[in-house]
């Protein structure tokens, strides 16, 4: 079982940045990877970036070269960077591990944090 609380959100004006966390407690030991996701208004939740135990990341080409995603070396806390934030980057952002235990993967989600960017 792992915990994720995320925090950071908040509102801001476009152009200006955010650092989001997301703070795991649990068997965090079993966790080889962690995402954040956002879900606009009205739509599908979204992969937004991805960090995996060697270090590989990946991002949505919506934030590529705006976010960065990076974590401590324990998965105690995962961070995403947000910078030169749009008006479409407004959303709620989910953290999500990803774990292996007893042969199995399995899901945790956050509760999620506002990120709301205006004009």
């Known amino acids: 079982q792992v915990e994720l609380v995320e925090s950071g959100g908040g509102m801001v004006r476009a152009g200006g940045s955010l650092r989001l966390s997301c703070a795991a407690s649990?068997?965090?030991?079993?966790?080889?990877?962690m995402s954040w996701y956002r879900q606009a208004p009205g739509k599908q939740r979204e992969l937004v970036a991805t960090?995996?135990?060697?270090?590989?990341?990946d991002y949505a080409d919506s934030v590529k070269g705006r976010f960065t995603i990076s974590r401590d070396n324990a998965w105690n806390t995962v961070y995403l960077q947000m910078n030169k934030l749009k008006t479409e980057d407004t959303a709620v952002y989910y953290c999500k591990a990803d774990t292996l235990a007893l042969s199995r993967r399995w899901e945790y989600w956050g509760q999620g944090t506002q990120v709301t960017v205006s004009s």
């Open positions: 649990g068997s965090i030991s079993s966790i080889f990877a």
């Open positions: 960090i995996r135990s060697e270090g590989s990341t």
